[in-house]
């Protein structure tokens, strides 16, 4: 808990010092609302804070609605088993190379341009549309609800086997009730119930999104948590103190839509209940929504891989132009012009992604160990304090981090690079590897401890190896997020440590579709080969024990 919420704790109040005028660092000790007033004269505030709004509480509603809709219509389903494999390993792209991908798609020169010109369009030449960055942020919205659509799936999973979900729709089908209706009514519930705190961590992140915002999103003006980036990288300290003015706002905006999604649930629910008590079957309703459902799905899965396609054909690509579906041709200069500085920058990115997630490992573990030595699961509460790091925007109390370091004299660097991903890597891997381990059979170390085994040794000698593909699974997790945290990186780092995500992000204004290209792959690699190292080695270790391939 102190490795998850001292940062947390520490960044807030290095936000909120600086807020009301005190950074010594700038010489400047005062307490003032001088900040806030000059926070409110910037002219673009009031379409920043739209934007952060809309955008991330459209993406929320869009992603948990196209989520439902599959569950409902077709959980169960070959459809459904054949899209669950497709999305879930999409749940490890980092979400720079679904954005860019997304813009190579969509973009008035993209590969769907390409591939409906000029017979369907009429187009020689890129339309003067703007697409990508548009001012509402209709791009940036749908690029979100395209990635947060895989993570709820899996948490959907994971509380289906909670929810005793098929005896449920036996149940209700067998009183005439329609697949989606039965399933809203009977299952839903449950379900939601048990993914609600996932689901204000996909709004919080919504809201507050720096890396795909500066990919996707308008940039006159930018969402807040963009702007607050920028005047957080001014050369006068003293803009240091209206980022951090804009960073609290930001916390409050994300406040104000949590407990405003809080309120639409409470009314919700009284819909749903008189929705309930009023017994219509609803089988009509299967003809319009299980249609939607698989719409979404494929939707989700359309964007992300053929934006990483997009990616890998800029990345070999020569001459392209316009309307042409396919480069004349492919070459691999653009991966020996660019490779050095992104086998350099790989290299950084793996030391800090391994060290992070070891560390979460141990921490994780250990908890998880102390749960069981003592049979107490966490409460509640401390599943929440859990989820307090992702809940809370990052770019509210990363700025006051950034400031406490180098008021403590700790300057950029690696080191703290590696604390500030840690502070998200760890909700993560102890949140995928909690079930699995608190499911392990016991009985296994009862006959452990019998033949005279001690705790430890149980621990070391029987339940890690049997929990070997758990382990690594969430390692491959710890490692995914890692390698997508671009704030983290670029405040606590001070821009001088470049991992894949920054380096690519920064490429997003030169506009080098190609140096993208090499840079999107390259990090999408990167998380994609822990996982799958995360399914080869327990089957190389295992290959002789069936039982333990499970």
Known sequence: MLAMLGPVAAGLAGTLLPAFGYLPAAGISGFSLAPFVDLFDWPGLGQAMRLSVTTGLFATALALAGVTLLFAGWSGTRAFCALERLLSP???????????????????????????????????????????????????TLGLVAKEMPFLLLMGLAAMGQSDAARRMRVVQAAGYGRVTGWLKAVFPSIYAQIRLPVYVVLAYSMSVVDVALILGPSTPSPLSV???????????????????????????????????????????????????????????????????VFAGSFSAAVILGGLA?????????????????????????????????????????????????????????CLEAEYRRGRAISPTGLWLVYLPLLVPQIAFLPGLQTLLLILGYGAGTGPVIIGHLVFVLPYVFLSLGDTWRAWDQRAGIVARALGASPLGVLVRVRLPMLTRPLLTAAAVGIAVSVGQYLPTLLIGGGRVSTLTTEAVALASGGDRRAIGVFGVAQTLAVMVPFAAALLIPAVLWRNRRGMHG
């Open 90 to 140: 999409l749940l490890s792209v980092p979400h720079a190379a679904m954005a860019f991908g997304l813009a190579f798609l969509i973009a008035p020169s993209g590969w769907v341009a390409r591939g409906l010109s000029p017979w369907a369009t009429g187009w020689e030449r890129p339309p003067d549309i703007l697409i990508v960055q548009d001012s509402l942020g209709i791009t940036m």
């Open 227 to 293: 702007q607050i980036v920028r005047w957080m990288s001014d050369p006068d300290l003293s803009m240091r103190l209206v980022a951090s003015a804009g960073a609290l706002l930001q916390l409050g905006l994300v406040i104000g839509a949590l407990a405003l999604w809080r309120a639409g649930e409470a009314l919700v629910a009284v819909l749903g209940r008189r929705w309930v008590m009023r017994g219509g079957r609803g089988r009509a309703a299967d003809r319009l929504f299980r249609p939607l459902g």
């Open 310 to 366: 997009c990616l890998a054909v800029w990345s070999f690509a020569g001459f392209w132009g316009f309307p042409d579906a396919l480069p004349q041709g492919f070459t691999a200069q653009n991966w020996m012009r660019h490779g050095p500085s992104a086998w350099e920058a790989t290299g950084i990115t793996a030391l800090v992604a391994l060290i992070a997630t070891g560390i979460a490992l141990l921490l994780s573990v250990g």
